[in-house]
């Protein structure tokens, strides 16, 4: 499988999306938003209400993950992922409504990989227990919304060569399968991938 580092820039659009396969690495620049499961759930209960969302989720890149405070001089503290399952049962309806992108760390469910798909998303992955070093990725960070949940508002944040690698793909390619397979091929083990 060969792994290329690619870029992507401001606007977030599916035909960029298109160029990206599992197990690309892609620096990100422009603007993506930080949101857990917290911030998912009340968002669905504004759409579910018809309220007007505190962002433009088409196109949109949301990023499950929770800051620690900053220091002095520093627009974020330590911004890693969190795990992406906890989003499982809000991801499809946002994609359905235009959403770009996630970034988070683990495995997918079956539902978010058919909504990442049907909608030509992309769910990209953050190296976990390195936050301080994405930190530095980040240029500005603002609350945008439900500043009372602390660390899981939902923040604004402006980034440039902020580094992800593609996990799932728009055509559904997966890179923990994808990696397993030739891991085990590698090894010699085809009879266990025959049964797979």
């Given amino acids: 499988m060969e792994k290329m580092e690619k870029r992507l ?18 620096l990100i620049s ?21 309220e007007k969302l ?3 989720i088409d196109g949109a890149i ?11 001089g520093y627009p974020i503290g330590s911004v890693g992922p969190t795990t992406s399952y ?3 049962a809000y991801a499809p309806m946002l994609l359905d409504l ?8 683990g495995e997918r469910s079956a539902v978010v990989s058919e909504a990442i798909v049907r909608n030509g998303a992309v769910y990209f992955a953050a190296i976990g227990g390195v936050g301080a070093l994405i930190a530095n990725s980040v240029i500005n960070a603002e609350i945008v919304a439900f500043e009372d949940l602390g660390a899981e508002a939902i923040r604004r944040l402006s980034v440039v060569d902020f580094p992800v690698t593609v996990v799932i793909d728009s055509a559904g390619n997966d890179l923990y399968q994808l990696g397993r ?11 266990y991938l025959a049964k797979k």
Avoid: W
């Avoid at 659009?13 to 160029?19: D, F, G, H, I």
């Avoid at 891991?183 to 083990?189: D, E, F, I, T, V």
């Fill in 181 to 191: 397979k030739e891991y085990l091929a590698k090894l010699g083990r085809k009879e």
């Fill in 62 to 72: 949301l990023y499950y993950a929770g800051p620690t405070p900053e220091k002095p």
């Fill in 30 to 50: 422009g603007t993506i938003y930080t949101a857990r499961d917290e911030a998912h759930k009340r968002l669905i209960e504004m759409i579910g209400c018809g």
């Fill in 86 to 88: 906890r989003m499982d």
């Fill in 54 to 56: 505190p962002f433009d």
């Fill in 9 to 26: 820039n401001l606007p977030y659009t599916k035909e960029k999306l298109k160029a990206f396969n599992a197990g690309d690495s892609v």
């Fill in 98 to 105: 235009g959403q770009a992108a996630m970034i988070g760390k």
